[in-house]
């Protein structure tokens, strides 16, 4: 189980809260004069300042009129192409937690309000700051786990994809409800998938040995492990429980309600953060990040199950996975679902040359469940994408997943110039490698599962 690939577990959510009505507006709908107070600053603290904040991913804070009016050419320019805020999926084809979205009539804001010069307004009238919870923005945290040792990142600038380690010792064994990634530097963390090793009583002497990072492109994951001191004390592999956690910049955790998902936790092992990827940084610099652990006394009533379609998952993909230099090139893969199950959470995943995606099911009476699609795809943002309510696929449903991949000098996150076969691999995975997953966390269905929330709600 160990070699398993990479999965990803879910947990996003973003509270949003409401844009504010307007009066007095022209013949197109907008307001006649828009101001920070009255029009832009709800929509900059529904949408941008979960990033846009000191210390957060966003390369600048948009926290006052200050911040913004000095970029309202750019953040007109930004909204206008979608580029930001960050949410690849099609909100019209189907919902998730924490989405995020602005209209076309709040793009236009934006736009009128940078054409106008960024008119300040009457501030009193203005929405308070948003007040950002520190530490946690789950709760008190049963436990926090720090990384002992702060993993270096050069200043190459070049991205890395890196395997971490955080080592743990806990009183007592128990059940983990949830785990909250805390980065050190949030502005290079950009996203982490993290799996949890329990170590079996008497197997592991020292949890703290090792090496903390490794890249496994230049070693292979064998040799890795290896310099993490991933083995038991003789030499064997131990369990790996996947997708324990997820971090996508200004997304919180979802965490599924109560009875549902959760994983035993032992006195001794190790989180493993594979992969994160950290952004390039000019300047020498490290990241001590920590884990905040939320434990339950009891072993989840219904533990959380993870299906992956495509690479290196239960589906075949069509054609193979081979995209020769200058074409754009569809692939599918497809599964049956055998028994009445309920989808929590899917996890699109392909890489660099990912153009487009699209999921759904198709139900033996041959009705249409629209699951995700993403009409440009962008590896930056990988999210993992919670339905509001859990989604019932019925036995003998047929899950479709079709990719598209851009191998031509258009595509400008192509890693060669000029383009040259990409290919899944058989062995060690590379950035450069393609991949085509849907990963699905799922329960097997009981009546009334329709009805349960997902979304903290
Ligand atoms: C999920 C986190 C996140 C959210 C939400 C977000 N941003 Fe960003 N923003 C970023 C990151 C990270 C970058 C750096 C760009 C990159 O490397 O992709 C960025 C870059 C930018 C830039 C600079 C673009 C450039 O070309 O230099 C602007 C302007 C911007 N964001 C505006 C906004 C606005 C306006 C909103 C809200 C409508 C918003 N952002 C929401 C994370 C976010």
């Known amino acids: 189980m160990f070699y398993r690939a990479a999965a990803t577990l879910s947990l996003l959510a973003l509270l949003s809260a409401c844009g504010q009505p307007q009066e ?12 920070w107070s009255e029009h832009i600053a709800p929509l900059v603290y529904r949408e941008c300042t979960p990033c846009h904040r000191p210390g957060h991913a966003g390369p600048f804070s948009l ?52 054409v106008q010069n960024a008119p300040e307004g009457d ?8 007040v950002y919870p520190e530490g946690s923005t789950l709760g008190k945290p049963d436990f926090v786990v720090k990384i002992d040792k702060p993993v270096q990142i050069p200043g190459d600038n070049e991205e890395h ?100 998902g959760g994983w035993p936790i032992a006195t001794k092992g190790v989180f493993l953060l594979r992969d994160i990827h950290y952004a390039a940084s000019p300047v020498d610099t490290q990241d001590a990040a920590y884990l905040n652990l939320f434990f339950s006394p009891d072993p989840p009533e219904r533990p959380t199950q993870e299906i992956q379609l495509g690479t290196l998952g239960i589906s075949e993909i069509e054609p193979a996975l081979i995209i020769p230099p200058d074409t754009i ?98 062995g060690n995975m590379r950035t450069t490698d393609e991949m085509f997953q849907l990963i699905i966390t799922y329960l097997p269905y009981k009546a009334g599962d329709e009805n349960i929330s997902l979304s903290g709600k």
């Open 24 to 35: 007095e507006t022209t013949g197109d709908g907008l307001p006649e004069t828009v101001t």
């Open 63 to 114: 926290m006052t009129y200050q911040d913004a009016s000095r970029r309202a050419q750019l953040l007109a320019a930004v909204t206008e192409s979608r580029f930001m805020p960050p949410w690849p999926a099609d909100i019209g084809y189907s919902t998730f937690v924490g989405q995020r979205h602005l209209t076309n009539a709040e793009i236009a804001l934006f736009k009128r309000w940078a």
């Open 123 to 130: 501030l009193s009238q203005a929405p308070p700051a948003p």
């Open 161 to 260: 994809f890196w395997i971490v380690k955080i080592p743990f010792e806990l009183p007592r064994a128990t059940y983990l409800k949830a785990v909250e990634y805390v980065p050190g530097h949030r502005r290079i963390v950009h996203h982490m998938n993290g799996h949890l090793i329990n170590y079996e009583p008497g197997k592991k002497r020292d949890v703290y040995g090792g090496i903390r990072h490794v890249d496994p492109l230049l070693m292979g994951y064998a040799e890795s492990y290896q310099r993490l001191d991933l083995p038991n004390d003789d030499g064997s592999y131990p369990a790996l429980t996947t997708s324990v956690m997820n971090y996508l910049p200004g997304m919180q955790p979802v965490v599924y309600p109560q009875g549902i």
């Open 329 to 426: 090139m569809t692939f599918r893969t497809q599964a049956m679902v055998m028994q009445d199950i309920s989808l929590l959470t899917l996890n699109p995943h392909m890489h660099l040359l990912g153009k487009s995606y699209w999921a759904y099911a198709i139900t033996p009476r041959s009705d249409t469940i629209p699951l995700i699609r993403i009409p440009k795809w962008d590896f930056r943002w990988q999210y993992n994408y919670t339905f509001p309510k859990m989604l019932k696929l019925p036995a003998g449903s047929t899950v479709y997943v079709e990719g598209v991949f851009d191998n031509t000098r258009n595509n400008p996150n192509n890693p060669f110039n000029p383009p040259r076969t990409v290919r899944e691999p058989e």
